[in-house]
């Protein structure tokens, strides 16, 4: 089974559909996103349809990873059913929700629903999330059924691995975007390999894909002039990635972006 991995598409349509023809995958494969699929971008709802489609129709087997703006979006929805003043207070500040939520049909939503918080690849040793893993978090669960059964405070800091980027230096404690001061490092920086390499997207990074030791960065910044990136996981042979142009739609701030650590792939098969 060859597996591909794709990073923050973020409404890129175009440049979906161009790189998943180019990664030819065929019956028996399996496609991951890695989340955000939605916002940003020029066609949110285009993409969210196309790889419903691709769930329905395709011969591999499609696999949605929980971003935090399909997050976002699932709990608007929600609210503007159960808590209407809250919904409209989430779209007074974020205008995309109402015009997104607008758009999506009844199985787009069902298919969104379908997003799990995180998937294991043992055969190469692979955790993918969205975000990234805090520093404090001491355990992970082993399945998705698992984590469904977490509830409280501890399904609260689970959470956190859709969100993730910079960690307390002192702590290792996870950061609120906006919270981190100068030599907070990015989570990637420090995380020691506890619960596997893990492949992630959240982050935009316009040079390439991010390479640490224990973690590799796909979401190469595909709405902000960069490119849309797969991590290959192939059957036989080493991993590469595979990459097609994006665009160059969502204004930038990449004075907030961390800096590329470079490199190369730090993934192999696990010894057996």
């Not at 758009?103 to 294991?120: G, K, N, W, Y």
């Not at 959470?159 to 990015?186: C, H, I, M």
């Not at 590799?216 to 990136?229: K, P, R």
Request: hydrophobic residues 40%; negative net charge.
């Amino acid at each position: 089974m060859n597996t591909a991995i794709i990073g923050d598409v973020h409404g890129a349509l175009g440049p979906l559909d161009a790189l998943v023809e180019k990664l030819r995958l065929g019956a028996g494969d399996r496609l991951v996103f890695v989340g955000d699929l939605v916002d940003k971008g020029p066609d949110p709802a285009g993409v969210v349809k196309f790889v419903r489609q691709l769930s329905e129709t395709a011969p591999f087997e499609v696999i949605l990873i929980e971003g935090n703006h399909e997050d976002r979006h699932r709990r608007y929805h929600i609210n503007t059913i159960e808590r209407p003043k809250v919904a409209r207070e989430m779209a007074a500040d974020a205008l995309e929700l109402p015009a997104l939520d607008a758009e999506l049909s009844v199985a787009d939503r069902a298919f969104l629903a379908t997003a799990i918080p995180f998937l294991r690849l043992p055969e190469w040793g692979v955790l993918v999330v969205h975000g990234g893993i805090p520093g404090t978090l001491r355990r992970f669960p082993e399945t998705v059924e698992e984590a469904q059964q977490w509830h409280g405070k501890r399904a609260k800091a689970f959470r956190k691995v859709l969100r993730t980027r910079y960690v307390s230096s002192e702590t290792g404690e996870y950061l609120a975007l906006g919270d981190n001061q100068l030599g907070d490092p990015f989570w990637a920086e420090v995380y020691d390999g506890r619960f596997g390499h893990v492949v992630f997207g959240h982050q935009p990074w316009l040079s390439g894909p991010a390479c640490f030791s224990h973690a590799t960065g796909i979401d190469t910044a595909a709405v902000h002039g960069g490119e849309l990136t797969a991590l290959v996981l192939p059957e036989d042979g080493n991993p590469y990635f595979e990459s097609v142009p994006g665009i160059d739609y969502a204004p930038r701030k990449t004075s907030d972006w961390p800096s590329h650590p470079g490199g190369e792939l730090k993934l192999a098969r696990p010894l057996r």
